[in-house]
């Protein structure tokens, strides 16, 4: 099944980033968005950092170079201006350190190439209502056992490791701080239900694409 940030990563890279064929996914997971953006865009060099050995396996059996590193504290072992694209996909608001990751991305990232990055909204629509509710929002955990004061949550439901969330505002500035321009923002929606697909189209995760 295609991913929606697959379709809407390839989308920005093939209209911001002309010839695209080395790329780099940190957080790479087991590999899947990346192979789906690279068909798309044609690439045929890619790189993937995660600390999961797993994952990392799984990577590789889909014939994506690996690396293992920690994103908060460890270098990328590769040159400066390495990338024509360097990918982060939810994976920042899981970072005890992203400063340490966007440093990284910015220094790999060829000058003119493309950081993408993918994160939940904390500013979603329904994040709002249900705050207002007393409730606490979706994909911000309080708790490493239970998934505690969510609105049609059971405690027990699985936790998504996320540390920090972010607005908008407070994403874009992050990234400006780290020397990035933001050239285009895009919200993804997932389409597990027709109406609110069409309403969450433009603020569910954000992409990023962001010119060095």
């Keep these: 099944m295609s991913d929606p940030r697959a379709k809407v990563t390839a989308n920005l890279l093939l209209r911001f980033g002309g010839r695209i064929d080395r790329i780099i996914e940190l957080g790479v997971g087991n590999g899947s968005i990346l192979i789906e953006v690279a068909k798309i865009v044609g690439a045929t060099q890619l790189y993937g950092v995660d600390i999961n050995d797993k994952a990392l396996e799984e990577s590789r059996r889909k014939g994506i170079i690996t690396i293992k590193a920690d994103l908060n504290i460890d270098m990328i072992p590769l040159p400066d201006n390495y990338f024509d694209a360097v990918l982060i996909e939810e ?20 000058p003119g190439g493309l950081f993408i990055v993918t994160t939940p909204n904390l500013a979603w629509w329904v994040n709002r209502i249900v705050l207002l509710l007393g409730y606490q929002p979706y994909w911000s955990e309080v708790s490493t056992r239970y998934n505690v004061g969510k609105l ?45 697909y069409l309403i969450e189209k433009q603020y569910r995760p954000y992409h990023q694409a962001l010119l060095k």
Excluded at 91 to 110: C, Q
Excluded at 168 to 187: C, M, R, Y
């Design 152 to 196: 049609f949550r059971s405690i027990n439901q699985p936790l998504s490791g996320h540390l920090r969330l972010y607005t908008l505002k407070a994403l874009k500035e992050l990234l400006e701080l780290h020397k990035f321009k933001v050239i285009t923002v895009k919200g993804v929606a997932y389409p597990h239900n027709k109406f609110l």
């Design 91 to 110: 994976v920042i608001e899981r970072l005890t350190n992203p400063d340490h990751a966007l440093e990284e991305a910015y220094r790999v990232l060829k």
